[in-house]
């Protein structure tokens, strides 16, 4: 994941969602993602995040190894290009600040294996988690769907998967995470916006000090908003003069809502669903150019529960997508999958908010079953870049990070080499791959 494109209403997180089988996705952005306009935040290692588990932790070098001086100095720097007007309120919330080291181990942290799109399914959907869900669907406040047209299981899916129903949100605070990260410089610019953001915040009174907590890569409250989308997207939804993500439920699903709404959402529509495909299905259709409902059912595409979409969704342009290509689920993704995805850019984190929803609304569950397909090393998914761009299939960079460039390189590999073209690497194929170049 390479560095934010910085668009409107990405929440800025960042890639890496370091997954722990059994958590929440919780928690903090991190790596900005690259291939994406989107950056997502990547959550914490307690966060139950898409695609990827965390490395054993490496030791976390003493707080002497920073140079506070050093930090000093980038903060004379911050205040000068930041400050304007209000350098000396900066100053003040600045004063005896020290950089915090776990933030730049996390932040630092680069994920070794990435688990396939199943895995995280299956561990964020959950019939526990669905229950979960159900018993707080009364929570979300009837005027907030009514104004932003996003149902009400949707909003719950998201808070589930955002910080276990507010459960787990992080405890950092929030201006030292973001004057650590703009400090180490590796996303300084777009940590020092943030970081500008989060002083205002403060500064304003629209929250104390104290309360500005969050992920260790700054994202807050029940909803992970970053500041800038605290303060371009929060509601205050109960009236009470404040934005409240962290303690007020109605605020911080009023704001998901929001930022959902800002972000196209269509009322009366779906995500998507679960459809079969016909023996010939031309593989290298999927996540190719959208087309109709029309369109796909005269490919032979239908529903695997039966039925057709609505009158609405039949007429949208929609993807079909493999997460786990041709051997896995396929899924008939509309435009408000893709919606989901502004929150965080990730197909396996927009499908489980989508099923979440699904299974609150008593829909049956999936009828194919996820192949059980292991892990990949961080090593077979560069090495499997390396030897696509090799082999004349460009990948458009090397980084580890398995994106669509990296999908569409190895349709074409798998179309040149009579395989079936479902873009989806495997170990063994990524092996083989780079075999075929040593
Ligand atoms: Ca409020």
Redesign the pocket.
Known sequence: MSDPGGSSLNLMRFSYRLLLIGCVSACAPMLPEPQVNLPTPQPQPQAGAPVTTPPPAPQTPPLAAYDQQGFEGWKQGFLARKGGARRADYARELEGLTPDPTVIRLDRNQPEFSKPAGAYVQNAVTPVRIAQAKQRIDRVPWSVVQRFGVPSEILVGVWAQESAFGQVQGDYDVIRSLATLAYDGRRRDWAEGQLKDALDIVVDGRRERAGLKGSWAGAMGQTQFMPDNYLRLGV?????????IWR?DA?ALASAANLLAQAGWKRGQGWGYEVTLPSGFDYAEAEGPKHNWAYWAAKGVRLAQGGTPNGAEALEEATILLPQGANGPAFLALPNHYVIRRYNNSVSYALAIGLTADGIMGKPGLTKAWPNDPSMTRDQRIGAQRALTQLGYDTQGVDGVIGSNTRAALRRWQIANGRIADGYLTPALADELIRRTN
Do not use: A, N, T
């Not at 205050?236 to 409240?244: A, H, I, L, P």
């Open positions: 205050d939804q109960d009236g009470d003069g404040k934005v409240d007020d605020d």
